[in-house]
T-cell receptor
Framework: AQRVTQPEKLLSVFKGAPVELKCNYS??????LFWYVQYSRQRLQLLLR??SRESIKGFTADLNKGETSFHLKKPFAQEEDSAMYYC?????????????FGKGTKLTVNP | SAVISQKPSRDICQRGTSLTIQCQVD?????MFWYRQQPGQSLTLIAT?????????ESGFVIDKFPISRPNLTFSTLTVSNMSPEDSSIYLC???????????FGEGSRLTVL
């Protein structure tokens, strides 16, 4: 069975500190991974995807197939980064597809 | 980005009743996804709604409990039938407009069952 694990339910850092939100996955095929973010009172939205290899709002995430990880990192956290972050795996099977989400990590960036 | 509106945004219901949630998208999409987010839990896919065919349900979800309609390419409904307190959750509609895995979500429908 495919699975996405986010080991930290809560993560608290100070403004300016580095932050890393962990995500590990289990998937038998070639993985496609995403990070979604939900700010307070806003909809869940895409932050970044591993295929794009882009940096969004200072965040990056590298797919490490050896460690089956897709950790989200930012060198200097900002207060506006406080949000709920979800790692997601795109699963394709027999012509159908879906996104499987981890349980999420609530990030709090303190002033 | 897609504009997705869900109704109702929240409701309080009595045990044993049913509630239908509507999802309207501003453009035509092939697949619409219905997720559930229980308190403190992640998003769990209930079913994928395809226009012109039966919805595809995930393990643990059945059509009798969560009937879905998809009358056209911009609209879908999810009904939560014979509700119990365990059905209290946020129900989310989402679409993948470009088949890239980028889902656009509605604001969600927060359901409380007493």
């Amino acid at each position: 069975a495919q699975r996405v694990t986010q080991p930290e339910k809560l993560l608290s850092v100070f403004k300016g500190a580095p932050v890393e939100l962990k995500c590990n996955y289990s998937y038998s095929g070639s993985p496609e991974l995403f990070w979604y973010v939900q700010y307070s009172r806003q909809r869940l939205q895409l932050l970044l995807r591993h295929i794009s290899r882009e940096s969004i709002k200072g965040f990056t995430a590298d797919l490490n197939k050896g460690e089956t990880s897709f950790h989200l990192k930012k060198p200097f956290a900002q207060e506006e980064d406080s949000a709920m972050y979800y790692c997601a795996l795109r699963e394709r099977q027999g012509g159908s597809e879906k996104l499987v989400f981890g349980k999420g990590t609530k990030l709090t960036v303190n002033p | 980005s897609a504009v997705i509106s869900q109704k109702p945004s929240r409701d309080i219901c009595q045990r044993g009743t049913s509630l239908t949630i509507q999802c309207q998208v501003d453009s035509q999409v092939t697949m619409m996804f219905w997720y559930r987010q229980q308190p403190g839990q992640s998003l769990t896919l209930i079913a994928t709604a395809n226009q012109g065919s039966e919805a595809t349900y995930e393990s643990g979800f059945v059509i009798d409990k969560f009937p879905i309609s998809r009358p056209n390419l911009t609209f879908s409904t999810l009904t939560v039938s014979n509700m119990s307190p365990e059905d209290s959750s946020i129900y989310l509609c989402s679409v993948d407009r470009s088949n890239t895995g980028e889902l656009f979500f509605g604001e969600g429908s927060r359901l409380t069952v007493l």
